[in-house]
């Protein structure tokens, strides 16, 4: 199903700003985990962890898919040191915040004040695809997609 309104609702829209992902190639796992950790953080450190992560400086801390996964070294982020380095869906919310931050300029809003109110992912259309290998007909398989959501506030 299509993605046609945001999650959230902020009653003064003038102090707002505003940027959506639909079906975006990411996924939903990363995407929720990664939301819950930016969502609270000023912009431009938000930026900053992402850009980490995709350099893998810092992790993204899992605290709600942790089922075989290891544990990363250093000091703990968000009471856990459970946690990966995934390059796209990073790369995917920097683009987002990109996104926003041109959103909120364009608004003429303290882009130094911006903190992060709302990050939210959902499922998206999944797209299948067939594997070529294997007997006969091959498998079908389904590629992931995540709707994410950000909006970003003036601090006061």
Known sequence: MAKKEYNYWIGNEAKIAKAIAKNARASLKYSTEL???LKGMKLKRAEEFLRNIIQKKEFI??????KKIGHRKGRSIS?????RYPKRTAQI?????NSVRANADYKGLNIENLIIKHAFASQG??????????HISGKRRKRK???IEII???AP
Do not use: I, N
């Open 35 to 37: 939301g819950r950790e």
């Open 61 to 66: 801390p899992l605290r709600k898919y942790v």
């Open 79 to 83: 009471f856990t040191k459970t946690g």
């Open 93 to 97: 919310f920097l683009d987002l915040l």
């Open 125 to 134: 259309f999944g797209r299948t695809g067939y594997q070529p290998k294997g």
């Open 145 to 147: 997609s995540t709707h």
């Open 152 to 154: 970003v506030a003036e």
